[in-house]
């Protein structure tokens, strides 16, 4: 096992660094940004294990940065020993491997042993290519305390974003083994809060709860939205849609995520089954799930359980796996279905819902987290407690059944989604790097000179 990062070098608060070679002296210009996503590349097909709305976020900034003309390196973990060291999948934008640990896919509770050789190879690249960052950009608590670490080299301020946060997952997980969380990441969470430059929340309620559950009062936690791609997600024609898919004219719903417990497959497998057992349509709702793994044998086995449970209460047959999408794709599958179902237990803020919603596809979500801020009821979707499976039925029902409701819910969604432009949330996000950067710098400029040799 790697050292503890903890003993590894220079102390973690450690704010001297250096420049080494390609920095800004201007305090108000950003130039480059180094972006870090540990545990998951912003370039892996959605759906798959750990690849969700995290990875589009980190993508989707980046790329849009990059069209403002600022570089933006993504550091992720190297877990596939064939990957190139550096791919560069939009202009300015590079998504530099890193090796630290096994070059395999490990479980994430284990990479906090390896965020030292982490923030080692991200200084080591930054010599090799001669580059240095205005501003760190972290997502996630794992990326989080890898930028701590890095302030032994760089002086670049920090930006946080969890993504999800480990008191709230918790909290909503009301006990369930699924839904503990680790004495480590909730303290981690905690001291990055009090120790980073400056924390994005993607609503209001995510940096209320980050400031109650977690104790701490400060200013430097901003709301800024997270965003979708407004050329990509837009109307289709639901008939042409459907045909392109191999999908007839059924009522169809939508599921889109990981197979991961905190996104509620087993709740909406509940509700498919209580909504199928009082449907008295001609044609039965269909369920697509978009997420899982499928193998060569069919599917694997996380979805090979969602489909057991759906056996168990008869429904099986409604269910069309469809396993994980590129991003490119998942237009289809929104214009395609009546209505998308967001059941998750925890969101920070439901990237599905705003995509659905830029599609005209209106949204039957839990009230959890970021979703009661993005959803709103009876104006883009509708809202049911998470949990509650006669609710959840009886909501998918009423909008199936109500072709005006679903129009009218479909409209309300079309307006909701225009506010969420990356272009706009980029440009937030730009400003807040500019404003970061600055104050960084000014602190770093007051300090008393350092003799030589010491």
């Not at 002296?25 to 759906?47: E, K, Q």
């Not at 977690?214 to 939205?225: A, D, E, F, V, W």
């Not at 997600?233 to 417990?261: K, M, N, S, Y």
């Not at 883009?380 to 909501?395: Q, T």
Request: hydrophobic share 45%; charged share 25%; net charge negative.
């Amino acid at each position: 096992m790697a050292a503890s990062p903890l003993v590894a070098g220079r102390g973690e608060d450690d704010t001297m660094g250096f420049d080494n070679g390609r920095g800004t002296g201007d305090f108000g210009n950003i130039r480059r940004v180094a972006m870090i996503s540990v545990h998951t590349s912003p370039i892996a097909t959605l759906g798959a294990k750990d690849a969700g709305g995290m990875n589009v976020y980190v993508r989707e900034l980046s790329r849009q940065l990059g069209r403002q003309g600022v570089a933006v390196d993504i550091f992720t973990r190297r877990s596939d020993t064939f990957a190139p060291d550096i791919i560069e999948p939009f202009e300015n934008v590079r998504v530099i491997q890193i090796t630290a640990g096994p070059t395999a896919t490990v479980p994430k509770e284990t990479l906090f042993n390896y965020l030292g050789e982490f923030a080692s190879e991200m200084a080591l690249f930054g010599l090799r290519d001669g580059v240095s960052y205005d501003v760190v950009h972290a997502h996630y608590w794992l990326s989080g305390w890898t930028a701590l670490l890095l302030r032994r080299y760089w002086t670049a301020p920090v930006v946080q974003m969890f993504h999800t946060l480990a008191a709230l997952k918790k909290e909503a997980a009301r006990g369930a083994l699924d839904g503990q969380e680790s004495s480590l990441r909730i303290e981690s969470e905690r001291r990055l809060i009090a120790r980073v430059d400056a924390i994005v929340a993607a609503n209001a309620r995510e940096r209320a709860e980050m400031i109650w559950w977690y104790g701490l009062q400060t200013s430097k936690i901003r709301t800024i939205p997270c965003g979708i791609d407004l050329e990509r997600f837009f109307p289709q024609d639901r008939a042409a849609a459907r045909a392109e898919l191999g999908l007839g004219p059924a009522p169809t719903l939508l599921f889109v995520g990981r197979i991961d417990p905190v996104k509620g497959i087993d709740f909406l497998i509940e509700g498919y089954a209580c909504l199928c057992a009082d449907w008295h349509g001609v044609e039965k709702p269909r369920l697509i799930i978009v997420g899982g793994e499928l193998t060569d044998g069919g599917l694997g086995p996380d979805l090979a359980r969602v489909r057991e449970r759906a056996m168990e209460r008869g429904v099986a047959d409604g269910l069309i796996f469809c396993g994980p999408q590129p991003h490119e794709t998942l237009a289809r599958y929104y214009a395609a279905a009546d209505l998308t179902v967001v059941p998750s237990r925890y969101e920070s803020f439901g990237l599905v819902a705003i995509e659905s919603m830029a599609c005209g596809t209106p949204v039957v979500a839990s009230r959890a987290g970021g979703l009661a801020y993005t959803v709103e009821e009876g104006r883009n979707g509708l809202l049911v407690p998470y949990g509650d499976v006669p609710a959840l039925a009886d909501a998918l029902g009423r909008a199936l059944g109500d072709d005006t409701l679903r129009r009218e819910l479909g409209a309300g969604a079309l307006v909701t989604a225009r506010e969420y432009s990356w272009a706009d949330v980029a440009t937030r996000i730009l400003a807040l790097y500019r404003e970061t950067n600055a104050a960084r710098r000014a602190a770093l400029t007051a300090l008393p000179a350092v003799a030589a040799g010491d």
